[in-house]
């Protein structure tokens, strides 16, 4: 779009997560990664940017919407 510009991120290994739902509701997702899943899992982070996706049909407000998030791990 107008005004952005396109970024380029190192390749690697990169653990998914599918938000659904508007942004609303965004961080209880993020809460669940950072609160729950990391410091569950086996999996350790790596340095590196997390990334949000979002496709063309994006609604900020339509609760079937769907956020991607990627976070760099070893």
Known sequence: ???MLPKRFP?????????????????DTYR??????????S???????????RRECFRPEDEHTETEIFLPIL
């Open 1 to 3: 779009p107008r005004g």
């Open 11 to 27: 390749g690697g290994k990169y653990a998914r997560f599918v938000h659904r739902g508007g942004i609303g509701s965004l961080l």
């Open 32 to 41: 669940y990664i950072w609160g729950t899943w990391i410091p569950q899992g």
């Open 43 to 53: 999996i350790g982070l790596a340095f590196g940017a997390d990334i949000e996706r």
